[in-house]
């Protein structure tokens, strides 16, 4: 059922650079810290955040609630082990609390907290709440007369929920083109395909309907990601929507379109030897 | 009480330039008026609760006070996981505004009919509760939400019920008013049911039984001290609410009670709807009567259960 994208093709043989393998060794350095995470989510996402973060994103570390900086919502908070490496590698705080992952006194959880982390905007984890409150953000921009983008990353799973094309409604109501979704399209949810679980298809198509200009890249790599986002609104007048194919657990040859992986507990020791031949020694 | 809510919201636009009234999809006319002063303010966003209330946490997360307003049922079972995380976790001032609390809505049945809304509201840390019983004092307290902190959970009654709120008791959220002074037994009553109450205490001191009333209109956070001095030598505590038995004003009260207390409780009878849906319609008149929350039926099951809390509690109360 699944139209195969050429992005999706371009996205499963596209190679990481030395950034990019960075990043994984923060996210997965983390997992075997703490013996538990979201592994998958988290590296289908990478790229998406880097690129956020390095290269879009109108913020100041040292001045997180800067009323003019940009808001980015990580909606599918599940993969907050890509947000936290990102957030902790620009300095939002120190390197050393990635290891403290889920431990007790961690800001970092399991999902990311609003008043916990710096440069979290939003609680989330439960699914399907983002994107209403990016409308939200951006409506006020709109209102207040303020120049603040708002970016709200999503995951294709989290997108069954009906409550994200209700927003996907508001959105083109208002049209809010300081909005930009992202959507995490790696085609696995966590039982397995999300042809199977739900079929999102015609997926661009669908975003199209609700009013948003569409743009489809593969997710992982960084110029294209680049280059669209730095030229959003793609229509002026109306919302964004980037679908970003990807593979779950990318960068992993164990972990990708892999399911089992989607959380991981433990990390054996074989499977931490994969890890060191795949992103390198960490 | 609905419509002078709504006119006080767009007193509160007029005055403060951070409110907003959000609406589903409201009946036509609602606030055309604000409609046609802020129209930017005036937003009809459409029947997607759970998105209302995310966007809503948006915009509050900027620095509006957004007033939420639909019927209680969908404002609350519909988006309850947006309200907990979105509203209660961020602990953002939005107002819910909820249209035809308890059984107001009794003609269009169970769907409509809010019955367990201040137990599921009541359970989420950050939330306020409140439950005005008039007009007079729905216009009272929406006067002073614009910089509670948090959010809040207003449950409104329906049009044209009888105003017995007085202004010289003022108005304050989280502070209980007492309407009656307590004798043998005191009424706790929240909402519309101070109506009641009063009209019960009426016949009661017709049998001779003093009867007070506290009336407790924010449920959440109760107000420990005016109950705890409300039953000092009184006889009996009983609680009055349209709402199901479970985790209520009824269990609010209980369990304050319990906590403050430990040991020697008073006698406690605790009025409210039973714990099932209710299948028939007709009015909530009628509804409330055909459950024992018309003021003949509390007056009667508070003399009955009087002379039983003689015996089961002789010496209570004193705290």
């Known amino acids: ?282 | 009480m609905r419509n002078t809510a709504m006119n006080m919201v767009h007193k509160l636009a007029a005055r403060d330039e951070r409110v907003l009234y959000i609406g589903s999809d409201p009946g036509a006319g609602t606030l055309r008026a604000m409609s046609k002063e802020f129209p930017k303010r005036h937003l009809i966003e459409g029947i997607s609760e759970a998105h209302i209330i995310g966007m809503s946490a948006g915009l509050a997360m900027e620095g509006f006070v957004p007033y939420v307003n639909t019927i209680a049922t969908f404002l609350t079972r519909r988006c309850y996981e947006q309200v907990a995380v979105d509203l209660c976790l961020h602990n953002l001032p939005v107002r819910l505004i909820a249209n035809g609390g308890g059984l107001v809505y009794a003609p269009l049945g169970p769907t409509h009919q809010a019955i367990e809304d201040i137990a599921i509201m009541r359970a989420l840390p950050n939330m306020t509760v409140v439950c005005p019983c008039d007009a007079d004092e729905a216009a009272r307290l929406m006067g002073q939400t614009l910089d509670w902190t948090g959010p809040i959970y207003i449950r409104l009654g329906k049009g044209g019920d009888a105003v017995v709120s007085k202004a010289e008791h003022g108005f304050e959220i989280g502070k209980a008013i007492l309407m009656r002074p307590p004798g043998d037994v005191v009424m706790i009553t929240t909402g519309i049911m101070l109506q009641r109450a009063l009209a019960a205490a009426d016949l009661l001191a017709a049998q001779g039984i003093r009867a007070g009333i506290l009336h407790m209109h924010t449920v959440k956070p109760l107000d420990t001290k005016a109950l705890l001095q409300a039953i000092r030598g009184i006889r009996l505590v009983a609680t009055l609410e349209e709402h199901v038995p479970s985790g209520g004003l009824g269990s609010a009260v209980a369990e304050t009670l319990i906590d403050k207390l430990g040991s020697g409780l008073p006698a406690m009878l605790r009025l409210s709807l039973p714990d099932r849906f209710m299948h028939n319609y007709g009015s909530q008149d009628s509804l409330l009567k055909k459950h024992g929350l018309s003021a003949d039926a509390i007056a009667t099951s508070i003399a009955r259960a009087l002379p039983a809390s003689y015996t089961s509690s002789p010496q209570l109360h004193s705290t």
């Open chain 1, 1 to 282: 059922m699944t139209r195969i994208s050429p992005h999706a093709e371009t996205a499963l043989a596209c190679t990481l650079d030395e950034r990019s393998l960075y990043l994984r060794r923060l996210v997965l350095g983390s997992v075997r810290s703490a013996g538990r995470g979201h592994v998958g989510p988290a590296l289908s996402l990478i790229e998406m955040v880097r690129v956020l973060y390095d290269d879009v994103l109108r913020i100041d570390p040292s001045n997180p609630r800067d009323p003019t900086r940009d808001r980015a919502i990580l909606s599918k908070g599940h993969g907050c082990l890509a947000l936290y490496a990102l957030l902790a590698d620009r300095g939002f705080f120190p390197l050393s609390e990635l290891d403290g992952f889920c431990g007790p006194d961690s800001i970092l959880g399991g999902h990311p907290e609003y008043g916990m982390v710096p440069g979290v905007e939003a609680s989330t984890g439960a699914l399907g709440h983002g994107l209403s409150i990016g409308v939200g953000l951006a409506l006020a921009a709109r209102m207040r007369e303020r120049t603040y983008r708002t970016f709200v990353l999503l995951g294709d799973g989290e997108i069954n929920e009906g409550s994200v094309w209700e927003a996907a409604m508001g959105a083109a109501k208002h049209g809010l083109d300081n909005l930009v979704a992202l959507i995490d399209y790696n085609k696995l949810q966590s039982y397995g395909p999300t042809d199977y679980v739900l079929p999102l298809e015609p997926l661009a198509d669908k975003w199209r309907s609700f009013g948003f200009a569409v743009q489809e890249l593969n997710g992982h790599d960084v110029g294209a990601l680049r280059t669209v986002l730095k030229q959003v609104p793609a229509v002026p007048g109306k919302p964004t929507a980037i679908i970003c194919h990807t593979v779950k657990g990318k960068g992993l040859p164990a972990a990708e379109s892999n399911a089992d992986w989607h959380h991981k507990n433990k990390l054996t020791d074989s499977e931490l030897d994969a890890i060191r031949v795949a992103v390198g020694d960490f």
